[in-house]
Each structure stands twice: as C-alpha cells, then as structure tokens.
Nanobody
Framework: QVQLVESGGGLVQPGGSLRLSCAAS????????MKWYRQAPGKERELVAT????????NYADSVKGRFTISRDNAKNTVYLQMNSLKPEDTALYYC?????????WGQGTQVTVSS
C-alpha cells in the first residue's frame, strides 16, 4: 500500500535551515507529482510546494517563495523540502502528499518549530 514517511523536522532558531525528507513506497514514485503541505495550530492546511513527476517543474506558496526549495530523487523514491531563512510563522506540522487514482495520500507529518 502507499506509504509516505516524513522526517527531518525539529526546533530551529529564526534564520536557520532545515531539510525535510519524505520517503515513498507502494507506488511508482516517478509517475506522480508530489506536494508538501503544512498545518499550524488553529489554521487550515496550506499547500507549500509542488514538484512534477520528473522534477522539471516546481511551484511555491507566496509565503515561502525564495526561501524554500522542493526537489526529488526518483532513484531513491524521496522528495525533499529545503527550508532556509526560517521564520516563526513557518512553525507547523509538515506533510508530504500525493494523489493517485483520485485518492489523496498523506504521511504522518514532521513538526517544524521556529523559535529563539
């Protein structure tokens, strides 16, 4: 079955960096676009970044443009989110996502906390 497992979250000071990873299994990873979402307490889940199946196209929320970079390694079935210049408002639970056969799949999430 489809599994998405995120890792790499943690506590970081404002201005710091983190790299999130999402290891995928149970489907042909290279066929599907991948996305990163985040959800802060009391807020709706927000789309952060998208990458096409071949990695040739990316898109970002305005709030992270220029600071975050999504990438993927189809040989490793893994998608990444490099987060630089982190701000307290980036604090959230970060999820990776894919949509396959009209079904959305989610990982368990990895917590990112930006605080001094």
């Amino acid at each position: 079955q489809v599994q998405l497992v995120e890792s790499g979250g943690g506590l970081v000071q404002p201005g710091g960096s983190l790299r999130l990873s999402c290891a995928a299994s149970g489907f042909t990873f290279s066929y599907y676009d991948m996305k990163w979402y985040r959800q802060a307490p009391g807020k709706e889940r927000e789309l952060v970044a998208t990458i096409t199946s071949d990695g040739g196209g990316t898109n970002y929320a305005d709030s992270v443009k220029g600071r975050f970079t999504i990438s993927r390694d189809n040989a490793k079935n893994t998608v990444y989110l490099q987060m630089n210049s982190l701000k307290p408002e980036d604090t959230a639970l970060y999820y990776c996502n894919t949509r396959r056969l009209s079904t959305n799949y989610w990982g368990q999430g990895t917590q990112v906390t930006v605080s001094s």
